[in-house]
T-cell receptor, first 115, second 113 residues
Framework: AQSVAQPEDQVNVAEGNPLTVKCTYS??????LFWYVQYPNRGLQFLLK??????LVKGSYGFEAEFNKSQTSFHLKKPSALVSDSALYFC?????????????FGTGTRLTVIP | KAGVTQTPRYLIKTRGQQVTLSCSPI?????VSWYQQTPGQGLQFLFE???????NKGNFPGRFSGRQFSNSRSEMNVSTLELGDSALYLC????????????FGQGTRLTVV
């Protein structure tokens, strides 16, 4: 079975400080991992993905994420937070082995960047 | 390149009615997936269509159904609506391979009264 855990419902960070949004996953075999962001009354916007290769992946709007196989984690990071980064963030996984295309999502983490 | 288009954006229906939601994927994308988003259950996968065939299905009752047309546009139908069906329904478009990202529409907000 596949699953994603986002242990923090809410993360608050001051503008200009680094931010981290945590994600751990469970999947049989290798994972495809994704981060999405959702603004109020909008759909999900793709931020970045890990497929294979370099464990540090860079994405849109200055976000990056680090894949850690031993800890089964894929934490989202940004060196300097902006107020406009305030939104709901979702981590998602697909299992390579199953070949299925659907995503399993975490419960989401609400990021608030304080001016 | 146009994004994923979902219509309508908002819908209010009465219990027992049925509803049809529409999704037009990004040009060239053959896979369309549907997700239900609620505050209590989060984002849950409903089904995926690829080249007019249902390729994968989530754990939802048979009242939820879908189809895909030859131009890759997809519709989702919910019959005999229940209050618990109130949710944001999101459509995701992709090339259909597991390594590729899905692009989401803005969703249809369904309210059942």
């Amino acid at each position: 079975a596949q699953s994603v855990a986002q242990p923090e419902d809410q993360v608050n960070v001051a503008e200009g400080n680094p931010l981290t949004v945590k994600c751990t996953y469970s999947v049989s075999g290798n994972p495809y991992l994704f981060w999405y962001v959702q603004y109020p009354n909008r759909g999900l916007q793709f931020l970045l993905k890990y497929i294979t290769g370099d464990n540090l992946v860079k994405g849109s709007y200055g976000f990056e994420a680090e894949f850690n196989k031993s800890q089964t984690s894929f934490h989202l990071k940004k060196p300097s937070a902006l107020v406009s980064d305030s939104a709901l963030y979702f981590c998602a996984v697909r299992a390579v082995l199953t070949g299925a295309n659907n995503l399993f999502f975490g419960t989401g983490t609400r990021l608030t960047v304080i001016p | 390149k146009a994004g994923v288009t979902q219509t309508p954006r908002y819908l209010i229906k009465t219990r027992g009615q049925q509803v049809t939601l529409s999704c037009s994927p990004i040009s060239g994308h053959r896979s369309v997936s549907w997700y239900q988003q609620t505050p209590g259950q989060g984002l849950q996968f409903l089904f995926e269509y690829f080249s007019e065939t249902q390729r994968n299905k989530g754990n939802f009752p048979g009242r939820f159904s879908g189809r895909q047309f030859s131009n890759s546009r997809s519709e989702m139908n919910v019959s005999t609506l229940e209050l618990g069906d109130s949710a944001l329904y999101l459509c995701a478009s992709s090339l259909g391979e597991g390594s590729t990202e899905a692009f989401f529409g803005q969703g249809t907000r369904l309210t059942v009264v």
